[in-house]
């Protein structure tokens, strides 16, 4: 199951980022070989773009791949990594949990405000903030439970 979500998340990541290329391309094919630009190119190519930030972040954490001081953390023996992390995935659990009412109530004032070309709604952009928030708080939670569990080994 852990592989099937993985390869999901990695399709649907792709499947975004192809999506920015292909909008990208054809704007500027449009603007500069056609001379007729195409007016939304930049709005989709920044939402989508969010949307890669987040799910990408989310993915990232998941796989463990987030960034930190390697310098910093293998001049720790193997002890204090552990802790470490135990301590920073707890610490990442709260402040995600904590952000979560707060993306949500950030994404009901938003939501009422629409994007100037496609008037959709400025929700539908941050929509994924709040899957960043709540992912990160349950990964949080799991990584934590995880980390304590293997401690000994």
Do not use: Q
Not at 84 to 108: E, K, M, N, Q
């Amino acid at each position: 199951m852990n592989t099937f979500i993985r390869k999901i998340e990695t399709l649907i990541a792709s499947l975004i980022i192809y999506s920015v290329l292909l909008v990208v391309v054809i704007g500027v094919l449009w603007r500069y070989a056609f001379n007729r630009p195409i007016v939304w190119v930049e709005e989709v190519s920044n939402m989508l773009y969010v949307w890669i930030v987040f799910i990408g972040a989310a993915f990232a954490y998941l796989e463990g791949d987030l960034i930190r001081m390697d310098f910093i953390h293998d001049l720790f023996p193997n002890v204090v990594r552990k802790i470490l992390a135990i301590c920073f995935d707890a610490l990442t659990s709260v402040c995600c949990a904590y952000l979560i009412p707060h993306a949500w109530r950030f994404l009901g004032i938003i939501s009422r405000v629409d994007t100037m070309i496609l008037k959709i709604s400025w929700g539908f952009l941050f929509w994924p903030g709040l899957f960043m928030a709540i992912s990160f708080s349950v990964l949080g939670v799991l990584k934590t439970i995880s980390g304590i569990r293997n401690f000994r080994s």
